[in-house]
């Protein structure tokens, strides 16, 4: 072939594929489409389904999945750290799809409209229900962060999600948001509400005085003939990431020697299959699957990073599989398990995008979830204002849901910096949208939602930069928090994740002049996790700005200058 | 449910929260073997100055003394450290933090074949490794992991 006629047929096939992805998004937009989706037929005699960081969304939203999520070290160029082209190549995704719309940020404005919204907790429910109707013995596992992101959650202090959990047949469960509750609240909701119902499970979480376990370990179960074990764990870092005072009797840390001594204990008991309900973040599994010897899977979370396949690890043991299972309803997975002579044998995994579209809505979760709105729909509905732009929170330095927060406590408070913590959860506003009260909370309903205003030396806004940086970028996830870095608005830095810890920040400028170690700047802030902090709650100081702005133009939102990180497929 | 356990022993005897506090270590050495209170390697403003106090100068790496601390603290007041030594004769165990002012945190002597593990309670001003040395037949002998203190918040 000449090089003449090699190019032309290169064209005529880029031609084609675009057509073909056009084509492509007519017959899956039917109704009748939903089979194909998902009709999984069954596999082997063991069967988990797993959904984590809900979030409390109980009616479907948009959800963009985030176009920078760096992976540094051993983590570079792996899953779950590629974004865009890179995981739909990795994953073998074919662009311009309904399932390349589910897992990446790719067009996501256009896609969305065409798509629409997912997840949803009364679609979740008609999928489960499909699922374990051709699955006898499934177990439905919660991995966590379900009690907490929506303003309902808030007010009923989690009970709307308790009582959705439950109606949607939730067999166990492992925790991280949940303890911002409070550990009273949640030791009454473990004892009165889930009693006999879901199982609640935490190997690592011990009293601070005695060592005592606080929640059980570990559920056991037959189902079709086989033993199986479920454990649980809770997010390791909780009492540093949030508020330490909220759970002050009670301590988490991964705990991987006692998961030994777990898993150990449930094989010694009969368990042919254990997998483990996790809420480390996927890096942190990873790591932890390469030492802990005799688990089948771990169903992880935290991260919230939608992976279309599990990840094989091996140890001394054996294998391990990894999943994640992404966030806010977006997805159910499916993990099947051939069960015989003792052993797992084969399995098969299928994390399953719910198009609330293509799945009807289960009649007795929608009644449920419409009476819990029912008494706050006025407050829930009330219109703050329009957004022009696409409002959006996932990524490892911003997005501009978080900046419109940096831009509105910083102009009420009259500072010269802004800081907005690096949370995961959050949902996705389309361009010309108007913003209610309940989307405002869909980004700041926690319960120390306090604004604050605090002078700071240049060297300590460097000292707290360099120290989230950490959290994010330590080579080792064991040292990693599993959150995304502080939003920040105001002043401009570069960021070298690849270098060692306080080396990361560099070039601070603030209006293009470089700030200095012991001049005094006034910052922004929300969400502090001292006990002692005041202030109005975040989401009344940004209602307000937006309620005078009315319109709200494109954010140009902040991002650092990065250093090293050219070529690397987790950055747009 | 363990609050009745803690209830009952949180109206223990004031002794008994004594010994409790002895074994967090709320009370300093000094208070409890004033007799043999080593003050230059207490009061040694940096590792080397604490090992050559207490009479170690380079302590050889060793595998059968297992340090256990969080790999990020939830509160640097308060860093539980456990030191066991499986190395036979261990005769003392002694426990440093590198970056705080004076690193030499608690040092313990073990008597007449007593099971060295000890448990202790640390501050700590900000990440640092953290050091065990153990003491058996002469021989000095170490195993050491860095724990992170941070500003948290910002996680999930």
Known sequence: MSSMNRREFLQMLAAASVAGAALDARPLLAAGNADVLYDLPKFGNVHFMHFTDCHAQLLPIWFR?????????????????LVGEHLLKAFNIKPGTREAHAFTYLDFTQAAKTYGKVGGFAHLTTLAKRLRAGRPGALLLDGGDTWQGSATALWSKGQDMVDAGKL?????????????????????????????????LAQNIKTTDFGDPVFPPYAMREMNGVQIAVIGQAFPYTPIANPRYMMADWTFGIQDENMQKMVDEVRAKGAKVVVVLSHNGMDVDLKMAARVTGIDAILGGHTHDGVPRPITVKNAGGQTLVTNAGSNGKFLAVLDFDVSGGKVQDFRYKLLPIFSNLLPADAEMASYIDKVRAPHKARLEEKLAVTEGLLYRRGNFNGSWDQLILDAIMEVKGADIGFSPGFRW????????????????????????????NEMKGERVKEILEDIADNLYNPDPYYQQGGDMVRVGGMSYTCDPNAAAGRRISDMRLHDKPMAADKTYKVAGWAPVDPSATGEPVWDVVSRWLKDKKTVSPRKVNVPKLIGMKGNPGIA | MNTTRRAVLKSATASGMLAGLIAAGALRPTQVLAAEWNKAAFEAKDTAGALKGIGAGAPADSKDLILKAPDIAENGAVVPVDV???????????????????????????ANGALPEVSARLKMGQTSLIKAVAKADGKFYTAQKEVKVTVGGCGG
Do not use: C
Not at chain 1, 428 to 448: N, V
């Open chain 2, 84 to 110: 066991v030594s499986n190395i036979p004769n261990t005769s003392s165990i002694t426990i440093l933090v590198e970056k705080n002012p004076s690193p030499l945190s608690a040092s313990f002597d073990f």
């Open chain 1, 426 to 453: 959050g949902t996705t506003l389309l361009p010309g949208s108007a913003i209610t009260f309940e989307h405002l909370m869909d980004q700041t309903a926690i319960t120390y939602p306090q604004s604050t205003l």
């Open chain 1, 168 to 200: 949607l047949g939730v067999d166990m469960m492992s925790a991280h948001w949940e303890f911002t509750l409070g550990d009273k609240r949640v030791q009454e909701i473990v004892e009165k509400d889930l009693k006999g119902k879901i199982e609640f």
């Open chain 1, 65 to 81: 999945e985030p176009s920078v999520n760096l992976g540094i070290g051993t983590a570079l160029g792996k899953a779950p750290h």
